[in-house]
């Protein structure tokens, strides 16, 4: 079965400082990750893709499969970056292909 | 091109009643998902459907049904509700048959349910 786990429910950081959110993944096939992002009172909408890998908003997230993560970081967090952050897996293959598998979502707030 | 809409926005309901949620979907998209959020936690797949017929499902009872629509609007239907269903519903379009860099899950903005 497919799972994300996502450790911290909050995390707040001060405006500048460097900002990592953690992402850990169960999956037994080749896994295709994203991170969405909620802004207070908008609609969940994505983020970043591994596959593509981009840079969105200043923010990164590198896929490692040995240690099954698949981290959200940003080196100056900005306090328009405060938001709730979900990990996701996407199904890849057979039914429900497509499907999401959400992680619990991280708070994350930065302090001026 | 119009994002995804959903309606109603709230909606109240008792034990045991059935309840319909309504889902438009993004212009040109032709498959759509519904999940179900609760309170602290994170989305949580229900079913979808591709081409007007359910193309996988999650852990989630026969009383939780839904339809889609020729023109790709969707409906979702909870029978016999329980207090446990109280949570936002959200729907998200995409196009499916296109390549996967394009492979976007769009969300509209959720249904607020409530069951007393």
């Known amino acids: 079965a497919q799972r994300v786990t996502q450790p911290e429910k909050l995390l707040s950081v001060f405006k500048g400082a460097p900002v990592e959110l953690k992402c850990n993944y169960s999956?037994?096939?080749?896994?295709?990750l994203f991170w969405y992002v909620q802004y207070s009172r908008q609609r969940l909408q994505l983020l970043l893709r591994h596959i593509s890998r981009e840079s969105i908003k200043g923010f990164t997230a590198d896929l490692n499969k040995g240690e099954t993560s698949f981290h959200l970081k940003k080196p100056f967090a900005q306090e328009e970056d405060s938001a709730m952050y979900y990990c996701?897996?996407?199904?890849?293959?057979?039914?429900?292909?497509?499907?999401?598998?959400f992680g619990q979502g991280t708070i994350l707030t930065v302090h001026p | 091109e119009t994002g995804v809409t959903q309606s109603p926005t709230h909606l109240i309901k008792t034990r045991g009643q059935q309840v319909t949620l309504r889902c438009s979907s993004q212009s040109g998209h032709n498959t759509v998902s519904w999940y179900q959020q609760a309170l602290g936690q994170g989305p949580q797949f229900i079913f979808q459907?591709?081409?007007?017929?359910?193309?996988g499902r999650g852990n989630f009872p026969p009383r939780f049904s839904g339809l889609q629509f020729p023109n790709y609007s969707s409906e979702l239907n909870v029978n016999a509700l329980e207090l446990d269903d109280s949570a936002l519903y959200l729907c998200?379009?995409?196009?499916?048959?296109?390549?996967?860099?394009?492979?976007?899950?769009?969300f509209g903005p959720g249904t607020r349910l409530t069951v007393l």
């Open positions: 999956y037994s096939g080749s896994p295709e």
């Open positions: 998200a379009s995409r196009e499916r048959d296109s390549r996967v860099f394009t492979d976007t899950q769009y």
């Open positions: 996701a897996l996407k199904n890849a293959g057979g039914t429900s292909y497509g499907k999401l598998t």
């Open positions: 459907y591709y081409r007007e017929e359910e193309n």
